[in-house]
T-cell receptor
Framework: SQQGEEDPQALSIQEGENATMNCSYK?????LQWYRQNSGRGLVHLIL?????REKHSGRLRVTLDTSKKSSSLLITASRAADTASYFC???????????????FGRGTQLTVWP | DGGITQSPKYLFRKEGQNVTLSCEQN?????MYWYRQDPGQGLRLIYY???????QKGDIAEGYSVSREKKESFPLTVTSAQKNPTAFYLC???????????FGNGTRLTVT
C-alpha cells in the first residue's frame, strides 16, 4: 500500500506553541499534500510539495520532504485555537504517461490547541 | 462562489435499501472522486471519473455504483450489497492531472 501514515495520532498543545506532525509513506511519489479537516466537514487543501522540493512555506505552515526517508513533516507555528482539526497527508500515484492522479490518505493527526 | 455541494448532510436508511448520495460541482473540473471515511481511518477511494460517461473503480468499489452523465454531477449509489454502509462519504473534484482535491462537506449515512 502507498498509504501515508501520520504520527502522532493525537497532539494537544497550548496556543502560541508550535505543532509538528509527521507523515511516512511507502513508495515513490511525485508529490505529497497536506489537508485539514474540521470535525464533520470536508477536507481543505493546505499545501503541496513536489518530490524535487525539500521545504515549502505557506503563512504559518512549513512542510519538509525527505524522499530518501520517505517522510514529510508539517509544522504549524504560533498555533491558535482555530487550528484545532485533523490533519492528513496524501500521496499521489501517477502512472507513467498518464494524467491520472489518485491520492492515498493516512489516518490523520488530531490536533487540539487549547486557549 | 464555486464549490462542491453534497446533499443531504445526514441520511438514514433501513438495511436492504439502496440510497443515492448527490454531488454537484461548479468548478468546471473534469475529475471527480468519491471517498469513504470511517472513524479513526483515512479516506478510502470508492470510484473516480476523469470525463463524462467514464469512471473507474477505486479501492473499495464493491457494493457501490456511480454515474457521470454530466460534467457537474457524480452521484453515488450505496446498494444493499454493501455490507457495512454506515460511514461519512466525501465527494471531491480536481483539474485533470492537477491532483489537488477540492472536497464537499460530506454526507453522513446511517443504515440500521
Amino acid at each position: 500500500s502507498q498509504q501515508g501514515e501520520e504520527d502522532p495520532q493525537a497532539l494537544s498543545i497550548q496556543e502560541g506553541e508550535n505543532a509538528t506532525m509527521n507523515c511516512s509513506y511507502k513508495t515513490s511519489i511525485n508529490n505529497l499534500q497536506w489537508y485539514r479537516q474540521n470535525s464533520g466537514r470536508g477536507l481543505v487543501h493546505l499545501i503541496l510539495i513536489r518530490s524535487n522540493e525539500r521545504e515549502k512555506h505557506s503563512g504559518r505552515l512549513r512542510v519538509t520532504l525527505d524522499t530518501s526517508k520517505k517522510s514529510s513533516s508539517l509544522l504549524i507555528t504560533a498555533s491558535r485555537a482555530a487550528d484545532t482539526a485533523s490533519y492528513f497527508c496524501a500521496t499521489d500515484a501517477y502512472n507513467r504517461g498518464s494524467t491520472l492522479g489518485r491520492l492515498y490518505f493516512g489516518r490523520g493527526t488530531q490536533l487540539t490547541v487549547w486557549p | 462562489d464555486g464549490g462542491i455541494t453534497q446533499s443531504p448532510k445526514y441520511l438514514f436508511r433501513k438495511e436492504g435499501q439502496n440510497v443515492t448520495l448527490s454531488c454537484e460541482q461548479n468548478l468546471n473540473h473534469d475529475a471527480m472522486y468519491w471517498y469513504r471515511q470511517d472513524p479513526g481511518q483515512g479516506l478510502r477511494l470508492i470510484y473516480y471519473s476523469q470525463i463524462v460517461n467514464d469512471f473507474q473503480k477505486g479501492d473499495i468499489a464493491e457494493g457501490y455504483s456511480v454515474s457521470r452523465e454530466k460534467k457537474e454531477s457524480f452521484p453515488l449509489t450505496v446498494t444493499s450489497a454493501q455490507k457495512n454502509p454506515t460511514a461519512f462519504y466525501l465527494c471531491a473534484s480536481s483539474i485533470l492531472g492537477d491532483g489537488l482535491l477540492h472536497f464537499g462537506n460530506g454526507t453522513r449515512l446511517t443504515v440500521t
